[in-house]
């Protein structure tokens, strides 16, 4: 079974970026649906963006612009480029791989906007 792990989380002032990397320890070029989530304290966790296979990808709306994912199917990393971060952004984000049969979660990666 595919595992997954999240890194590039941190510390970061408004305005600025960071990328995230989720890191699968197997193949992830057939996997459907993979993609990012992420939970604020004392809220659900929520959808941020996906990305098939095929390479559609899917944004929340309120990162669209601002948040680019991307998946290194040779690498069998799932990346999100974050630009122009805002304290709302601030939460524990979660990497996702999703099939028909299952749905995987890494183990989150904090992020921190704050001056």
């Known amino acids: 079974q595919v595992q997954l792990v999240e890194s590039g989380g941190g510390l970061v002032q408004p305005g600025g970026s960071l990328t995230l990397s989720c890191a699968a320890s197997?193949?992830?070029?057939?996997?459907?649906?993979m993609g990012w989530y992420r939970q604020a304290p004392g809220n659900q966790r929520e959808l941020v963006a996906t990305?098939?296979?095929?390479?559609?990808?899917r944004y929340a709306d309120d990162v669209k612009g601002r948040f680019t994912i991307s998946r290194d199917n040779a690498k069998n990393t799932l990346y999100l480029q974050m630009n122009s971060l805002k304290p709302g952004d601030t939460a524990v984000y979660y990497c996702?791989?999703?099939?028909?049969?299952?749905?995987?979660w890494g183990q989150g990666t904090q992020v921190t906007v704050s001056s």
């Open positions: 990305i098939t296979k095929g390479g559609t990808k």
């Open positions: 197997g193949n992830i070029f057939s996997i459907p649906t």
């Open positions: 996702n791989a999703r099939s028909i049969s299952s749905s995987l």
